[in-house]
Nanobody, 115 residues
Framework: QVQLVESGGGLVQPGGSLRLSCAASGFTFSRYAMSWYRQAPGKERELVAVISRFGSTTNYTDSVKGRFTISRDNAKNTVYLQMNSLKPEDTAVYYC????????WGQGTQVTVSS
């Protein structure tokens, strides 16, 4: 069964940085592109970043371009999201998943950007 465990969230001031990690199991990690999503209170889940199977291609939603970097380590079955220059509007629960998404989703990791 697919298992996704996100970590690394927390409370950070505007302009700060966080690095999220997602440990994946239950599928052959290197066979799938991976994504980070986020869901803010009262809003739908939003696709934030995508990375190809071996990391050669990445894509980002416009609001995080130039600030967030997605990466992966296939030897560790882990995908990362480096978040710099954080803004209050980045506050959300962050989730990772394979592409296409699998169920169940992980518990996510809360990111709160506030002074």
């Amino acid at each position: 069964q697919v298992q996704l465990v996100e970590s690394g969230g927390g409370l950070v001031q505007p302009g700060g940085s966080l690095r999220l990690s997602c440990a994946a199991s239950g599928f052959t990690f290197s066979r799938y592109a991976m994504s980070w999503y986020r869901q803010a209170p009262g809003k739908e889940r939003e696709l934030v970043a995508v990375i190809s199977r071996f990391g050669s291609t990445t894509n980002y939603t416009d609001s995080v371009k130039g600030r967030f970097t997605i990466s992966r380590d296939n030897a560790k079955n882990t995908v990362y999201l480096q978040m710099n220059s954080l803004k209050p509007e980045d506050t959300a629960v962050y989730y990772c998943n394979k592409r296409p998404p699998a169920s169940p989703w992980g518990q996510g990791t809360q990111v709160t950007v506030s002074s």
